[in-house]
Every structure is written in C-alpha cells, then in structure tokens.
C-alpha cells in the first residue's frame, strides 16, 4: 500500500510501497559524541546530551543547533563517547558510606555558616550604640574571644549530633 | 526620503529570497540524512523565515502592506526573489549545495549591509551577521567533508555544483535600482558583490576538489528581480499559503 499523507512533503518524496523492515546493523550510523555546554565565561560546562557526528569538527557543528539553540551559550566541547571511562554498576556500592557522614555533605556547611551568622547578629544586638574610635580595639579583642568560644562550642554540638 | 523606490525594491528583494529560501529548505524537516543534521538544517530554515519577517516589517514601516499581506497575499509575479530560491528541493546534494551558494551570498550582502548608509537596514544587518556565521560554517564543514569523503560523495555533490550554480548567478541579477543604492550608499552594486562572492567561495570549493561549470551567456536564470518566475514559486506560493486562504480574515 502506497503511503499517502495530508503533508505535500511526505507525498513529494515517494516512498517504497513495501517496508521491508530491513533491519539496520550495529553502528550502522555514526559514533557518538558527548556535549558540554557552558552558559557563560567561568562557568562550569555542563553535560547536555550526546550527538552523532563522525568526527569532532561535524560534532561541535550539530551539538551547536542541538543543545545551544534554546539557552545562553558561549562555548561547547565535545568528547568522544569511547574515550569516557565509567565505574561499574556492580560496584554501585562502593559509594553507599558505612556510618552517617553527611556533615561531610556540602550542605552539612551551609547549616554551619547559618549558625555563624545567627551568632553575628545577635552579637551586635547584644552590643551598645557605635562604639567611639578609642574603644575600639578593646571591644573587637573582646568579641573575638567570646566569639571563637561560641562558635567552637555550637560547631562541636552539631558534628556531634549529626 | 530619497531613493524611497530603489530601498524598497532593495528590500523585497531581501525579505522574499530570504521567505522563499527558508520555506523550501524547511520541506526537508522529518527528511533529513541524520537526525541530527535535520535538526540543523531546519533550524537554519527557520532563521531565514525569520529575517524576512524584520524585512517586511522594514517595509511596513516605509509604507508597504503588513507583514502578513506581503508574504501571504501576493501572486507570484510580485515576487522579488531570484529564480534560484523557488527551484524545488530534489535531492540533498543539491539542496545542501544551494544552501552554500545561498548562505555566503547572503553574507558577503549582510556584510556590506553593515556599512549602509541606512541605519535601520545598517542594525538589522549587525544583527543577522551573528547568525548568518554559522550558516556559513554549516554549508561549508558539509560541503567539505562530504566532497573529500569519497568519490561517490565528490561525484553526488559536483553534479549539484554543476546545476546549482548557474541559478545561484540569479541572486546577483542586476537591477534598474543598482547605481543608484551604490551611490547612495546604500548597498554596493550586485556586480561588486558577485565579485567578492566568487572570491570566498571559490578557494572552498578548490578545497573540496569541487569545479565550478561554464555558464551560458545570457543567463537563463534571470528575470526573477523583475517578477519573472517559474512554475515552481506559484506551487510553493499555494502550499505555502494552504492554511490563510482557507480563513483568510482568521485572527491568530
């Protein structure tokens, strides 16, 4: 049965009456190219996707119209996929930690510099008026000290409980 | 505004080679070789559909019909465009090598845009100049790489040359409006610009182990600036305009 389409296009090229559902052997098309993207100078790139293209030159070509076309873009790389080694799933576990470490975790920090700046306010709350250009040296050698005892103090409470 | 007539003939002549182009290079959407040159090919086609919208709003502003008018409502004998741009797709080979021969001549015009004494015409061809680069590098990494891949590629993509480009001297088809967009600094004459296309295209094609064919005098393929089209532009005009005239007072 011919195809016939609403679209002029599909009809213009004719298709053959029979599919023979040809089957397409293994690396029938080309190899693949990982992308990267980097949305702006200093930025990070980011991988995207992968293209098809049969050397690097073709592969930034298309991982341009493919990946760069909808967002801000300033640069690209393109890395064959062969050329990417991977860990194994198997070893999938490797990664799982035997004890609780997540004040390792990049966020375990972020709770830290919350409580340093908790502690910062309600320091200057805490504090008179501005102080007078003689005093200050006094008070700033002051504060330093109760400061590193509290901080050390409330650090020393959260690594423990966590 | 002086020279009104020569500008406006100037960018008609833009805006529907740039129409008409993008509308049949975006016949090969869901065609493409590989997907991912499908995707190139017709986001290049976009672009250009693009381009001649900024032009017909150009237009708009000089006096000339809406946008939507002037591409949708016109008959084909009031198109600007060269005779190149209407011929059908036929196989990628030549549609990859009219996409070439388009784009750079498309450059070298936009680049010589950016120096018209015209500011509007002076912004829009700053802007386009971004795009048309990769346009440029696309047609010609393709080119390349196929032509020096193999014989039956070089063989595919010559024959293309040969029948591409004497159409493709339509574009520079000279005008009764060229001296005077040149000496009014406006755009440079179509013979200069002829020139300086040769000039980029030619060590590329020397490069791809490409021979650009004889082309026979007067050149058949003029008569397009004038309003001298083939059949090709009236079906391409109808599938084009397939949706607005079944509505055509529809509001989208």
Redesign the interface.
């Known amino acids: 049965m011919k195809i016939q389409s609403l679209d002029?296009?599909i009809n213009?090229?004719e298709l053959p009456e029979e599919n023979n559902n040809t089957r397409i052997p293994p690396m029938d098309?080309?190899q693949t190219y990982e992308v990267f993207h980097q949305q702006a100078r200093g930025d990070q790139h980011k991988h995207v996707g992968i293209?098809?293209?049969?050397?690097p030159?073709?592969a930034l070509?298309?991982a341009?119209?493919?990946y760069a076309?909808r967002s801000q873009c300033v640069n690209l790389w393109v890395v064959r996929t062969a050329d990417v080694y991977a860990t194994s799933y198997d070893d999938a576990d490797i990664f799982e930690p035997a004890f609780d470490k997540s004040y390792r975790e990049s966020w375990g920090y972020k709770d830290t510099r919350q409580l340093i700046e908790k502690f910062k306010k309600e320091k200057e709350m805490a504090s008179p008026a501005t102080p007078t250009s003689s005093s200050i040296s006094e008070e700033n050698h002051s504060s330093e000290e109760t400061s590193k005892k509290k901080v050390v103090g409330k650090s020393g409470i959260i690594i423990g409980k966590k | 505004m002086q020279n009104l007539e020569a500008l406006k003939n100037l960018l008609y002549r833009l805006a529907d080679d740039f129409l008409i182009m993008g509308h049949r290079d975006s016949?090969w959407?869901?065609?493409g070789p590989?997907?991912?040159?499908d995707?190139?090919f017709a986001?290049?086609a976009q672009d250009k559909v693009g381009y001649s919208l900024s032009f017909y709003t150009l237009l708009h502003e000089l006096g000339e019909a809406d946008p939507d008018t002037i591409a949708f409502k016109r008959e084909a004998i009031h198109f600007k465009c060269a005779q190149f741009v209407e011929m059908p797709i036929q196989d990628y080979a030549f549609s990859l090598i009219r996409h070439f021969f388009f784009d750079y001549a498309a450059d070298t015009r936009i680049q010589a845009l950016k120096n018209s004494s015209y500011d509007k015409l002076r912004d829009l061809a700053n802007k386009i100049s971004r795009e048309l680069k990769?346009h440029c590098?696309?047609a010609k990494?393709?080119v390349t790489?196929i032509a020096k891949g193999n014989e039956d590629g070089n063989s595919r993509l010559q024959e293309a040359v040969n029948t591409a480009f004497p159409m493709a001297l339509s574009l520079f088809e000279p005008t009764e409006f060229c001296e005077e967009l040149a000496q009014a600094g406006i755009c440079p004459t179509e013979a200069s610009l002829q020139k300086e296309w040769l000039q980029r295209i030619t060590p590329l094609l020397i490069e791809a182990s490409l021979s650009l064919p004889q082309v026979p005098e007067p050149n058949p393929y003029y008569g397009g600036r004038k309003g001298y089209h083939t059949d090709y532009l009236d079906e391409l005009i109808q599938?084009m305009t397939a949706v607005i005239r079944l509505e055509p007072e529809a509001v989208w």
């Open positions: 002029p296009r213009r090229i098309q080309w293209v098809h293209a049969p050397n030159e073709m070509l298309f341009k119209e493919q076309r | 016949e959407i869901g065609l590989i997907l991912e040159e995707i190139a986001s290049m990769y590098m696309h990494t393709m790489q599938e």
